[in-house]
């Protein structure tokens, strides 16, 4: 049996800025095909202002954004947490309290800078979770990552998939607000149906039995 291991701190340079894009935009595809998703969380954070262990994974966006991303595909089932005491499930309620992936830290505005004058990292996100969001809200099947995504995302959607954020690629440090998911969600709602398809996702859908 062939195995394929997909290591995604490892796969390309975090100081080229095109790599680390199409990292993002190909996150979504990643994690829904692969079998299993072992979350590593070392002794050491890569920044020493960042709390080390598994706090500094839990308070990264890419981390949380793989992880989102693969419970609202295929649910919280064959995914592990590797820190210095082995190899351990992760719980659904772990899982539960970082779906709001950008409440976490992003390194281009943690640091204060971006590479150049680029763009927040975050926007680099927005396409595939879009797509998420979409594959969500048409379809019923009742499969774990539909469960994941209707009982955990769906009641603070907003949060999850926020309109706006700030960013701090501005001259002196000063923050400022950029539009991030706007009203997309509600746009993808009315897509879906005029598209016929399943009725958009609310807070009160519940997946049958």
């Known amino acids: 049996t062939n195995v394929y291991v997909w290591c995604v701190q490892l796969s390309f340079s975090k100081d080229d800025r095109a790599a680390l894009d199409l990292a993002c935009q190909s996150l979504y595809t990643y994690t829904k095909a692969a079998d299993a998703l072992v979350m590593v969380a070392p002794p050491m954070g890569n920044d020493d202002s960042l709390k080390r262990g598994l706090a500094s994974l839990e308070q990264d966006v890419s981390c949380r954004a793989v992880l989102l991303a693969r419970c609202c595909s295929r649910g919280v089932g064959e995914v592990y947490i590797r820190s210095s005491q082995g190899l351990e499930e992760a719980s659904q309620a772990w899982a539960c309290s970082l779906a709001k992936v950008f409440d976490g830290q992003i390194q281009c505005c943690h640091n204060g800078l971006h590479i150049g004058s680029k ?91």
């Open 119 to 209: 763009p927040c990292l975050r926007l680099s996100l927005l396409l595939p979770y879009l797509g998420l969001y979409y594959d969500a809200i048409s379809t019923d099947e009742p499969t774990p990552g539909q469960a994941f995504f209707r009982e955990t995302v769906l009641p603070v959607k907003e949060q999850v998939f926020p309109a706006t954020f700030l960013s701090s690629n501005v001259p002196g440090g000063r923050r400022q607000k950029v539009t991030f998911f706007g009203d997309l969600l509600n746009r993808l709602d009315k897509k879906v149906l005029e598209e016929g398809g399943a009725k958009p996702a609310t807070a009160a859908t519940r997946l049958p039995n």
